[in-house]
């Protein structure tokens, strides 16, 4: 009888642990997948290195790069080959360009003609208001050329029946002298104009001032002519005067 109370209690120890051991296996408590339980402590069986107690380090993340990802280096370059259309696309800028090319040339030329008319039609009225004579001077031109071609037409109508070298030189030298007579101011004026313009070419200048010097030689010769005929005549005149006298006189 005195043995039972230790059987009991030898039965109860694997009781109680195997419901201990219940308990701790469906106790509830919260599971992670990932949740792992090292001792770093503890000295491996098999290993003799010594324990890194250091906690490892793991790699900081890369920050994307904004820059293209290059291709490998592996991978071979193809050569560009041009299409056709891009081809047509040259071609088309380059006709392009040529055509812009001309019409800036097209609207420079026609401004340099525009520029150039202009200029003429300006150095053209100015010239013809230069010749004209000032409004204190008195003289008028629209009376002034209507006598100057009345003048030629009487030189033409007086010499339409002699040869040609009068019928061309007459008209011109009796308009002529009635212009520098009626409009000797515009008369000047045009002289000047013409020697201004003749000056340019030594050769005209030159042969200008020799048949002007012959004018005004023939000119003066003319006018000493002129004087010794008047004078002659006067002196006639005079002589057959006192010879008229002289024979009254007698008479008486």
Known sequence: MAFRPLLRQRAVV???AAALSVGAVFAPRAVYAEETTVDLNRKPIY???????????LPEP?????????????????????TPTD?????????????????????????????????L??????TIRSLAPPKESGERIFPGALYVLVASMAGSIVTRNRNILLRATVPAAVGLGAAYAVLPITMRNVGDLAWKYEERYPVLADTHLRTK????????????????TVGMVEGKLTETR?????WVKKGR
């Open 14 to 16: 694997p009781a109680m």
């Open 47 to 57: 290993d003799d290195m010594p324990l890194d107690t250091t906690a490892p380090t």
């Open 62 to 82: 890369s920050t994307p790069s904004t820059s293209t990802p290059s291709s490998p280096s592996t991978t071979p370059v193809e050569s560009y080959r041009p």
């Open 87 to 119: 081809r047509l696309a040259v071609q088309i800028s380059y006709a392009r360009m040529a055509l812009h090319q001309q019409v800036v040339r097209s609207e420079a030329a026609v401004d340099n003609a525009l520029t150039e008319t202009l200029r």
């Open 121 to 126: 039609e300006h150095s053209f009225t100015s």
């Open 213 to 228: 010097e012959r004018i005004s030689k023939f000119i003066e010769t003319g006018k000493a002519h002129a004087g010794m």
């Open 242 to 246: 006192e010879n008229l006298e002289g």
